[in-house]
């Protein structure tokens, strides 16, 4: 059973590694986007005690980096309407005859398509960010022991997102029309995961609700691992904080799999 | 003209007809930029100001150039997703008509979802306006409308680029995205704020600092003599548009069909 989905995994995965122009062309813009963020916060540290700022402007740099390398590892829609087609279009149905677990398989599905896309991006990106001048280059993390919960947390981060975005999918068992509902779950979920400034620069209200949700585990939460920012006592209580999300999604995600399915309508055609 | 406008309301009434979707895609193209504009917002409050600048000076270049990309991506979508009338042969069609081909390009498409965008930065602006201590005149004004317009030039001479390459590539290629969102993304702060080579690139290659900076600065009253230069500047990023047109009239004559 469990080969099934080994084997659909390696096909998306192989899938994913061909298209590299398109990676080169991500890689160019991404990186370009980095600069410009960068540069961005330069200039609003520039002229602000930097002592007094929760974060310092290498650790923003080193955030941006990350964020700009993972980026497939963070965005919850990766511009996948295959899976959309097949609800709306009715061809939902041969997948309900293949006999294996739907959820599972879907999960397969989009979590190849993430790595590989991000296996071929990342390492460009953070290269070419490591040799940059300062103050635009990556720092490396402080030590050994944070490089390697970064790994961890931002693989389980991963696992969050998918059974996070999940929920997308499934929802357009009842809606039918994924845009406009998908486009603001987005819009708002990935500002909580700190896409559109780091968390920590928020201000504490926002902070307060941020920290009850679990986008942040997906992007905040690793970055701030590598960058030494979390220390490393407070990133093994967080590893458990993420793999409790985790589980608690994926049960519910089966949950409400199973219910969108009990009531489904193949659409014909 | 006349044709133009013929076009638009044929597409309107086409896109009229998913009223539901049409008006939940504008609502969610309210607030992508709502969320990047919290995110600026928040930024000020925790460091108080840019460089000199304040939020709501800040927030008035955030609003011009939304307005224009928002603009220029509802009425220059056709060249945005022109590789697929390329792929298709779909452009062998319009060669044959004896209108301009830049004409029934930007007709073949209008993405009036933008409107949600377009409502955003018109709120933005307004609030920025209103907090700002400017003294209003003509000429200001004027400037204001020309920064907008300059802004939908510049864009829309981007998308025409980007479409071009299409004649060769036959794909649509994603680094065109470099110079729109994220030529967008960098001119909603003044230009003055980065390092020297962004700044020359965008001021003289693709003038986005006649838009997001010069103008700025006569609006908000920080120039030194020759006023007048920096109220029209904004005419020099509308002058972007005609090289991008030579480039295109050199592409169509290049143009090889799919043949499909």
């Not at chain 1, 280059?137 to 050994?144: G, K, M, Q, V």
């Not at chain 1, 589980?247 to 399915?261: E, F, H, S």
């Not at chain 2, 992508?32 to 709501?56: H, K, M």
Request: hydrophobic fraction near 55%; charged fraction near 10%; include cysteine.
């Amino acid at each position: 059973m469990m080969r099934s989905y080994g084997s659909l995994f390696r096909l998306r995965f192989n899938n994913g590694l061909q298209y590299r122009t398109a990676a080169l062309a991500g890689v160019a813009t991404q990186f370009f986007w980095g600069m410009i963020l960068i540069m961005v916060y330069r200039a609003f540290y520039a002229m602000a005690d930097g002592a007094s700022m929760p974060m310092s402007l290498p650790q923003i740099v080193t955030y941006i980096w990350l964020q700009q390398a993972f980026l497939t590892f963070i965005m919850l829609w990766h511009r996948d309407n295959e899976l959309f087609q097949l609800i709306t279009t009715g061809n939902i149905a041969y997948e309900l005859c293949r006999p294996t677990d739907l959820y599972t398989f879907w999960y397969a599905k989009l979590l190849a398509q993430r790595l590989s896309s991000a296996l071929l991006r990342c390492s460009p990106i953070l290269i070419f960010a490591w040799f940059l001048p300062s103050p635009y280059e990556l720092s490396p993390p402080p030590d050994l022991s944070a490089l390697i919960l970064f790994v961890v947390s931002l693989l389980l981060g991963l696992l969050v997102l998918v059974s996070i975005s999940m929920f997308i999918y499934i929802s357009v068992f009842y809606t039918m029309s994924p845009v406009g509902s998908l486009l603001m779950f987005n819009v708002v979920g990935e500002f909580l995961a700190g896409m559109v400034i780091p968390v920590p620069l928020m201000p504490d209200w926002l902070q307060r609700i941020v920290v009850v949700l679990p986008f942040r585990w997906t992007a905040d939460f690793p970055f701030r691992v590598f960058s030494g920012h979390i220390g490393y006592h407070e990133a093994l209580s967080g590893i458990m904080v993420q793999l409790v999300w985790l589980i608690c999604l994926i049960l519910l995600g089966k949950l409400a799999m199973r219910r969108a399915l009990t009531r489904v309508v193949v659409q014909g055609g | 003209m006349r044709l133009f406008v013929r076009y638009l309301s044929i597409l309107f009434r086409s896109q009229m007809q998913y009223r539901t979707s049409f008006w939940l895609l504008s609502l969610g193209q309210f607030f992508i930029p709502l969320s990047v504009f919290a995110g600026l917002y928040f930024l000020f409050e925790r460091f108080g100001q840019l460089q000199g600048w304040t939020f709501f000076e800040v927030a008035l270049c955030f609003a011009v150039i939304h307005m224009a990309f928002s603009l220029s991506e509802c009425f220059a979508r056709g060249f945005d997703s022109f590789s697929t009338l390329v792929a298709s042969g779909d452009f062998d069609r319009l060669l044959v008509r004896p209108r301009s081909t830049v004409l029934q390009v930007l007709g073949s498409k209008f993405e009036f979802t933008r409107i949600g965008r377009l409502l955003q930065s018109v709120i933005v602006l307004v609030w920025a306006c209103a907090n700002l201590a400017v003294d209003w005149s003509l000429l200001k004004l004027m400037t204001l409308l020309l920064m907008v317009l300059s802004g939908v030039f510049i864009f829309t001479g981007i998308f025409i680029l980007a479409a071009t390459m299409c004649f060769w590539t036959i794909q649509g290629l994603e680094v065109a995205s470099i110079f729109t969102d994220g030529g967008r993304e960098m001119a909603q702060y003044p230009l003055h704020i980065y390092e020297g080579w962004v700044r020359r690139f965008f001021t003289f290659i693709i003038p986005f600092g006649c838009v997001n900076y010069l103008p700025l600065l006569f609006i908000l009253d920080r120039t030194e003599g020759r006023d007048l230069l920096y109220a029209i500047s904004p005419l020099a990023g509308i002058l972007f548009i005609i090289p991008c047109l030579l480039i295109w009239r050199f592409g169509v004559r290049h143009y090889r069909s799919t043949g499909s």
